[in-house]
């Protein structure tokens, strides 16, 4: 965190920093907060009851699949996230692992380290692929995914996005095609997730799915673990059923050491690191900042995640239309 984020964060209030993210650490610290302010943390129904003065949850990122919203809407708690900060350094990431899965980078480098020089042979062990001409397919066609359009469609690529929630693509990505899922993995040589986790996309790509796509492709998420089914994939990538993965997020971390994921040569792994740059950490600090102040001086809230179902059940809010900042990140 920035010091001068931090300094503008303690005149708002007490500070508490647990020990811990276990359940009952969390039901301890939430006690006297008005605000919670999560990364990692599960915050359950349990921890949401004993915050008897909590006026919001926030969470320090994107993704709200760690809090309990049905318990979180039920006590009238609105649930703000982070949705700006990093959609075109996650989507960088992803298109890093597309051009290293293409280019075999991280074995050719590996075998170049070992063995001080490699040179192309008759089994074509290190040859990569073009992008040109080559498909992608974005399972998820939210704010990264169609960043990841405009990097895709830059190399020359075909782009083909999935996403039942996805009224219509904007005008002026008027070059992605829609598709159904079945056809995008049939067709795609990179499929690349960038779609919410809900009880509908949990495993959303499983044994089934991966039987689908071509040997020859490739699949990539930076998005959440539980997207994909591990034990599916690792089959899969073991069989040569599709060429290989790369994987950002996981459904368990951090993975253990002797995970099978290791073994292979076929899988690029990097820790969770996909939103992580200098400047998208600074960009996340003050999205991050500037929502913590409104809650606490009792503006209207931004990015409310579950604004809709409060409204629902009959809580009034005050909040700006999802998505609306009114100020720049990078100021």
Not at 45 to 59: D, E, N, P
Not at 124 to 142: N, P, Q
Request: proline share 5%; with cysteine; charged share 25%.
């Amino acid at each position: 965190m920035l010091q001068s984020v931090r300094e503008e964060l303690e005149a708002l209030g007490n500070i508490l920093v647990t020990d811990g993210d276990d359940e009952d650490t969390l039901i301890r610290a939430v006690a006297d907060a008005e605000l919670i302010v999560i990364c990692y943390a599960k915050i359950t129904r349990k921890v949401i009851q004993s915050g008897k003065k909590l006026k919001a949850i926030l969470k320090w990122g994107v993704g709200v699949d760690s809090i309990d919203m049905e318990a979180a809407t039920e006590y009238g708690l609105p649930v703000c996230h982070c949705p700006a900060y990093g959609s075109g350094t996650i989507a960088d990431h992803a298109f890093a692992m597309l051009i290293a899965l293409a280019r075999k980078l991280v074995p050719v480098v590996n075998a170049t380290r070992r063995s001080g020089w490699i040179w192309p042979d008759h089994s074509r062990k290190w040859a990569g692929v073009d992008l040109e001409g080559k498909v992608v397919g974005l399972v998820g066609f939210g704010r990264i995914a169609r960043k990841m359009a405009r990097r895709c469609f830059g190399f020359g690529m075909k782009v083909f996005a999935y996403d039942p929630v996805c009224a219509s693509i904007p005008q002026e990505l008027g070059f992605v095609k829609r598709t159904n899922l079945e056809a995008l993995l049939r067709k795609s040589d990179f499929v690349s997730l960038h779609a919410l986790l809900n009880s509908e996309t949990h495993h959303i790509i499983g044994a089934e799915e991966l039987d689908l796509m071509k040997p020859s492709a490739f699949v990539i998420n930076t998005a959440r673990g539980a997207l994909l089914h591990e034990p599916s994939l690792l089959a899969a990538l073991k069989d040569r059923r599709i060429a290989g993965a790369a994987v950002d997020v996981f459904e368990s971390e951090p993975l253990e050491p002797n995970h099978p994921f290791f073994d292979l040569d076929n899988v690029l792994i990097t820790p969770h690191f996909a939103y992580y740059t200098e400047e998208a950490d600074g960009r996340l600090d003050r999205e991050c900042l500037y929502s913590a102040r409104r809650i606490l001086n009792g503006d209207p809230l931004v990015n409310v995640k579950n604004g809709d179902m409060l409204e629902t059940n009959g809580k009034s809010m005050n909040c700006l239309p999802y998505g609306e900042l009114p100020y720049s990140l990078d100021d």
